[in-house]
């Protein structure tokens, strides 16, 4: 089956940035197959994200650390093929940009072949070089900051990052560094939520959160979180929107109006 070829609306870097300015939610989900990906992008999601969560969600991993780059141009392609109005990103796996060339090289393949709009990669300053090189090679990067699960057997588990003054205080700081660098978008994930608005208000690039606050610019989730179908322990910022809706479908829309209105994420989805 293929997607719908309604690119009428196609969302682009111009139209995010276009969004955070009108004060409009960004609504975002990931996405690993094509019959997916068409049921977001029909209704109407904004930005579909090849996660290295589909280490956890479809392989079956603890951690996203086993994800490959040849995984990733896997599930980015049959993805691509049901996205249309929505724009498309995929996630640089774990030491697949230790180095600009290697990131270069990497996120070359993402977009040739697996036509990714978008790439997205963990780190702070430390990745500030990286950034530039893509972006001067007119590769987007969506950064990624707060938890970042590529490190978590360096950071020793899952944790709320930047709850105290000086660890706030740097990721604003590394925040504004990444968007120097060229990033055109950022997530921020398990932060608190002043926090998370700080960044959200300090940067002029769309920052969408995840388990951060509705003040972000938008949310993502994983699609299987709010399907109720992932496995293990689901986390506290996530939502089951299937429970209510009953259809896949509904669900996905359940979410996206959610986001849009602000009525998701609500408190018990932040950390305060
Ligand atoms: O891998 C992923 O799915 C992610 C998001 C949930 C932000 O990085």
Redesign the pocket.
Known sequence: MSAQADTTNKVTVKTLHKKKRAGEKIVCL?AYDASFARVLNQAGVDVV?V????GMVIQGHET?TPVTMDDTVYHCRNVARGVSRALLVA?MPFLSYTSVDIALENAGRLMKQSSAQMV?LEGGADQADIVTALTQQGIPVCA?LGLQ?QRVHKIGGYRVQGREADAAEAMIEEAKIIEKAGADMM?L?CVPPDLAEKIARALSIPVIG?GASPACDGQ???LYDILGISMGRVPRFSNNFLQKAGSIEGAVKAYAKAVRDGSFPGKEHVFS
Do not use: F, N, Y
């Open positions: 990931t994200l996660g290295d969560s589909l996203t996630d997205k990624h699960p997530v994930e995840i993502i989730l994983v």
